[in-house]
């Protein structure tokens, strides 16, 4: 407080009184609308949450997963994603992300060979694109895509699509998912397209929340909107024909790019997982 009277005194000698009124009123006109368009969108988020509530999270038979019981509609959910997911989660910005980063040099690490002019990279959940520009940088052709209604600022770049069922058979050399892949709506039908649009010597990566990790006395996951589906690394073992990798790390939230989610740990809050069919 004693900071903001120094800066208002300095300007006041500066500018004047009636200038420091305006700012004044600006400041607080500002918060105001700002606040109110909080309670706007976290009432209006509430309204399609409620497709989430009064559910159960059930194992599978396999016991490989979790589901959310019973499971949305894909009219439901993708009313959710159009309408709101995006609103509420104002954090997702245009432009690459520390994680981006990290998840590119894993890449080139397990599939440089792949990472090549004209070959197919496919981001699925790809937001505002994220991983997908240094895929374009390096001469890949690709493919982003994201259910919401978000504006496609880079349609010089990619090729944004709605569904994974508007993919081209046999088309893919990397299939890749940051946290997208918990929130299907079929887990069977997607994998079942996954093995229609990749290439019999395509790569998948996905990284996911593992439903293994654990808090306390809890031993299994709790219903985290808008998420569907809660994997084991087990799930991942036995899609995949081939792993190369499968392992939980602690999700870290420094900025120090060698650390960055690369800690494993048994308990780990993240499955990374990278293999082919």
Not at 67 to 77: A, C, Q, V
Not at 128 to 155: A, D, K, R, T
Request: charged share 25%; net charge positive; aromatic share 16%.
């Amino acid at each position: 407080m004693k900071k903001k009277f120094q800066i208002a005194k300095l300007f006041f000698k500066e500018k004047g009184f009636l200038p420091l009124i305006l700012k004044i009123l600006n400041f607080f006109l500002k918060r105001l609308i700002n606040k109110t368009l909080l309670i706007y969108l976290q009432k209006s988020d509430y309204k399609f949450q409620k497709i989430f509530l009064n559910r159960k999270i059930t194992l599978s038979d396999d016991q490989n997963y979790y589901y959310l019981d019973p499971m949305p509609s894909s009219k439901e959910l993708d009313n959710y994603y159009s309408n709101s997911y995006w609103d509420v989660f104002p954090t997702k910005i245009k432009g690459l992300s520390y994680r981006d980063i990290v998840h590119f040099n894993i890449l080139k690490e397990y599939m440089i060979n792949k990472i090549i002019k004209n070959n197919t990279f496919l981001n699925f959940g790809a937001g505002h694109g994220g991983l997908s520009h240094l895929m374009w940088s390096n001469n890949m052709n690709v493919i982003n895509i994201e259910p919401s209604g978000l504006p496609n600022f880079y349609n010089n770049r990619w090729k944004t699509l709605h569904n994974i069922d508007q993919v081209e058979t046999n088309s893919i050399d990397i299939l890749y998912g940051s946290h997208s892949l918990e929130h299907v709506q079929n887990i069977e039908n997607f994998k079942k397209e996954v093995k229609r649009i990749l290439k019999s010597d395509g790569y998948l990566f996905w990284e996911v929340p593992n439903a293994e990790h654990t808090e306390g006395d809890k031993e299994y996951p709790d219903i985290v909107i808008p998420h569907t589906y809660y994997f084991k690394k087990r799930f991942f073992k036995l899609w995949f024909s081939k792993t190369l990798l499968c392992e939980t790390y602690n999700k870290l939230h420094n900025y120090n790019l060698e650390n960055y989610c690369n800690e494993i740990n048994d308990n780990g809050k993240i499955i990374r997982a990278i293999g082919q069919l």
